[in-house]
């Protein structure tokens, strides 16, 4: 595979279940992101991992909550979500932005629909 | 803080007609200036980037863009617009401070295109 894979691409849960998305990256690159795409909005940084950071926004509620066990692999665990956070949810990589433009590479995204 | 604002939500373009999406950008130093594209329930890809040098510069699919400092713009162009073309645009501003790279995205445009 190569790019950005991101499982599952639709998800559907209720109100108090716990899930998980799953973000794989086979571009060698260090830095990694999840972003929040809702309709008439803009995207929406959530986190990003790089090798020298971790960075929150401070606006995202904590019942999202990210895990980089390692340079090529993201999640965001989920649980308690409400209907408002239906949304298309992107995972990007790059590379360490001192060697590099900063471009980010997309994934496909992770349709979720909370019920 | 940066900020992108892309000033039209929809742009309605016939086939063989020539294309150009704005956007405006806030930002305090000189900027990284992206262009990507997302056609429906696909991720987003990257179209063009100016990162310093020539201000005029080219894309993949025929896009060009061109950035003017004292306008603070950095609006993207097509000469001849192909059905093909049909998706969302956005543009997006990166800061240059860290490792990582912390995009700024604007709304969007979404171009329709007419036969």
């Known amino acids: 595979e190569t790019g950005v894979t991101q499982t599952p691409r639709h998800l559907v849960m209720g109100m108090t279940n716990k899930k998980s998305l799953k973000c794989e990256q086979h571009?060698?690159?260090?830095?990694m992101y999840w972003y929040k795409q809702s309709a008439k909005k803009p995207l929406e940084l959530m986190f990003v991992y790089s090798l020298e950071e971790r960075v929150e926004n401070n606006s995202v509620p904590s019942r999202f909550s990210p895990e980089c066990p390692n340079s090529s692999h993201l999640f965001l665990h989920l649980h308690t979500l409400q209907p408002e956070d239906s949304a298309l949810y992107l995972c990007a990589s790059s590379q360490d932005r001192r060697s590099d433009t900063g471009e980010l590479f997309f994934g496909e995204g992770s349709r979720l629909t909370v019920l | 803080a940066q900020s992108v604002t892309q000033p039209d939500i929809h742009i309605t373009v016939s086939e063989g007609a020539s294309l150009e999406l704005r956007c405006n950008y806030s930002y305090g130093a000189t900027p990284y200036l992206f262009w990507y594209v997302q056609s429906p329930g696909q991720g987003l890809q990257l179209l063009l980037k100016y990162f310093s040098g020539d201000t005029l510069v080219q894309g993949i699919k025929g896009f060009e863009a061109e950035f003017k400092r004292s306008q603070s713009s950095f609006n993207l162009r097509k000469p001849s617009v192909h059905w093909s073309d049909a998706a969302e645009y956005f543009c997006a501003v990166g800061s240059t401070t860290g490792t990582a790279s912390k995009l700024t995205f604007g709304t969007g445009t979404r171009l329709q295109v007419t036969l």
């Open positions: 571009l060698g690159h260090n830095a």
